[in-house]
């Protein structure tokens, strides 16, 4: 088993949640607490909160939510009336679990007739939570993760879960800058995409273990060069883009609405752009020192999203996951310009959840969008390093 070291100390603040989890999105509640509340007289009212249809040969039931997209449970102090009147046991799973999750590594077992068995229980925290990017920020200069020894090289493991294994070591080589940490891991994914074998995956993971390899690696993408401009530019639309349906809604208007003007500015205005780059030098500057929570805050995404039997759908879940790491950046910069607000960690943790609902919950999203703009849901390097400038 392995824990991300904040598993056990979260509790939910509940009403003193900045960004409640019982707003902006579709609230599962599975079908076992359906029949529960179902089969009691007290709760049986609860069903009729519920809407139901079929997917997949499967009855899927979610609560119903208001014109602002907030569950109808929920108070007008953010509290939950399902716990105020029955208590937390009869939440759905969803509610009692999240923000927590849980992974299972699992392998084909020949011995009980290809049976699927469990090698490894992993249990993390969505940092869609404010009060998980609070305790991330409480760590200092902790790790979040130690991935033990015997899963790193174990062959016994799935290819896939080496790979994002690797890609948390390198993640984790404080002695590189956060950002060459990032072209690192994706410079190890593409390669690994490209091997027709599973164990050419295996040795270019031992490639990306050389220290000599590591530094010829960076050495090489620093000698690129991009006009500062246009990777800014470039950015902003991006941003653009990604924000476009959520500003209009009522959860993310606040945080987004104001700052959409401001950022589209800088693809209209020159002189504003000008502006805008020479602030953003020393904005680079103090945004350094927030470099160990955000790996902490990127490994801790890692190591829950990046699982999957398939490694373009890890790769792409990968990219989410920077690109949650881009957008708030570019987010927290505009806000600074636009309010003379300097960085805090609250606007950080906000940002930070934001972009994870809005990008790192929607990674097949994110992958129809590059498969639109790119003819690719993998991304090429060079534009990876050109978001990262």
Known sequence: ??????????????????????????????????????????????????????????????????????????????????????????????????????????????????????????YSMSGACPAVLELIKNLETAPILAIPEKCRDNQDFPMEYR?????????????????????????????????????????????????????????????????????????????????????????????????????????SDRNFLAKLLSDWKCFKEDWEKYDTYWENVLVSEIFADCISEDLVYLTEAFQSIMMEYVMTRITVFMQQEMSGERISHEMLHNYVSLFIRMIGHNTDGMAEYWEENFEDSILEKEYFYLLLQ
């Open 163 to 267: 790979v994002r294994n690797a890609v948390i070591e390198l993640m984790q080589k404080r002695e590189y800058t956060l950002e060459e940490r990032l072209i690192l891991s994706f410079s190890l994914l593409h390669e690994c995409l490209a091997c027709e074998w599973e164990d050419d995956v295996y040795d270019c993971i031992a490639v990306y273990q050389d220290k000599e390899n590591l530094l010829d690696t960076i050495a090489m993408w620093q000698n690129m060069t991009f006009d500062e401009g246009e990777a800014f530019v470039e950015v902003c639309e991006t941003w653009l883009d990604v924000t476009v349906f959520y500003k209009e809604e009522e959860m993310y208007r606040p945080y987004l609405k104001e700052l959409a003007d401001f950022v589209e500015r800088a693809d």
């Open 1 to 122: 088993m392995i824990k991300t070291r904040i598993y056990d100390e979260f509790h939910c603040i509940a009403d003193k949640c900045p960004m409640t989890c019982c707003r902006g999105w579709a609230i599962r509640a599975d079908g076992g607490v359906y029949e529960k509340w179902k089969s009691q007289e007290e709760t049986s009212y609860l069903c009729e909160q519920v809407t139901y249809k079929k997917e997949d040969g499967d009855s899927v039931y979610h609560m119903k939510a208001d014109s602002c997209k907030a569950c109808v449970m929920l108070d007008e102090k953010g509290l939950c009336e399902i716990v105020k009147r029955h208590g937390d046991e009869y939440l759905s799973d969803t509610c009692a679990s999240f923000p927590r999750k849980h992974n299972q590594i699992t392998i084909l077992s020949e011995d009980e007739g290809n049976d699927e068995s469990v090698m490894m229980d992993e």
